[in-house]
């Protein structure tokens, strides 16, 4: 599993030390919920607190979900996101590991608008065949969001979309997908809309699929 360069500097746990430090994952220490998993307070032999974000569902969205939590919050440093400090990879575990914070805000941004967000990267990731940071890129196009949200204004968006789903008779469908991954990553998490609500547009989007192959 290839990490970007600064995903060398987050610790990587083993799941001996997690279940030692959530209890085996007791209910107890279940703090928030969100739609790729539980989160658990842990708690260290030292007496470090940590948040254990423990991810379930699909596999392969599971592992997509893991690997662009970790490629995004490892090279993302801001005061309103929680910080990464490690991951736990055990069969099939998918773990995410973070600094615990006593204020609340833990369950804001590792409940549903984290996972919002991480979804947004996710269908980007499909729409653009990029990934969430490539290293080996120029500054301006090396972070999908930003480049996403740059050919939008620039009045690029065709360029967005992988040429392998180009001229497929898909594009208006492709384009109301792009508008809700966008919302999904919006920088204000307070218009980030609720999983539900993607579920919805998401849903329009397959009907009028329908009804333009009927």
């Known amino acids: 599993m290839l990490f970007p360069n600064n995903a060398s500097e987050i610790k990587n746990f083993t799941i001996s030390e997690l279940l ?3 209890d085996n994952f007791s209910q107890a220490n279940i703090v928030g919920c969100g739609g790729f998993g539980l989160v658990y307070k842990a708690t260290l032999a030292n007496g470090t607190k940590l948040a254990v974000k423990k991810l379930s569902g699909d596999f392969g969205m599971m592992e997509r979900e893991f690997k662009a939590e970790v490629e995004v919050l490892s090279t993302a440093q801001h005061e309103n ?3 990464l400090q490690g991951y736990c990879v055990h069969n099939g ?3 995410l590991i973070y600094s615990y914070m006593e204020n609340g805000s833990l369950d804001y ?3 549903e608008k984290r996972d919002v967000y991480s979804f947004g990267v996710v269908m980007l990731e499909l729409l653009s065949g990029k990934r969430p940071v490539e290293v080996f890129k120029p ?3 090396r972070e999908l969001v930003g480049w996403v949200h740059h050919m939008r ?3 690029k968006q065709e360029q967005i979309f992988d040429p392998i789903l180009r001229g497929k008779g898909y594009e208006q469908e492709m384009v ?4 809700v991954a966008c919302m999904c990553v919006n920088h204000n998490p307070m218009k980030r809309p609720t999983i539900q609500e993607v579920v919805d547009w998401l849903k329009t989007v397959g009907s009028l699929r329908d009804q333009n192959k009927s």
């Open 20 to 22: 030692k430090a959530t």
């Open 139 to 141: 500054k301006m196009s």
């Open 109 to 111: 941004w590792l409940h």
């Open 153 to 155: 204004s620039e009045g």
């Open 81 to 83: 996101l929680v910080s």
């Open 176 to 179: 109301k997908v792009l508008d």
């Open 93 to 95: 575990f998918r773990l």
